[in-house]
């Protein structure tokens, strides 16, 4: 009986294995390429521009700290 229940974990192992691999696979094909491919050809994201700079950093306007400020930052 012991040798008929390692080899049920065995294949049971094998199986979750190829069914986790087919799992991902398929939300991968489903979920992450069509974004990628969409973003792709849709043009920029996130506001990017597609000249070159030095930097695509974008300037934060800045204030000057008080009391309220820091206080909001809870």
Do not use: C
Request: hydrophobic share 45%; no cysteine.
């Amino acid at each position: 009986m012991n040798t008929f229940w390692q080899k049920l974990q065995h294949w049971s192992r094998v199986i979750g294995d190829f069914q986790a691999r087919l799992i991902l696979t398929i939300l991968y094909a489903l979920l992450v390429l069509p974004t990628g491919l969409i973003a792709k050809i849709g043009g920029t994201l996130l506001d990017e521009k597609r000249q070159a700079a030095a930097s695509y950093w974008q300037a934060r306007p800045t204030a000057a700290p008080s009391i309220r400020s820091a206080r909001g930052q809870s």
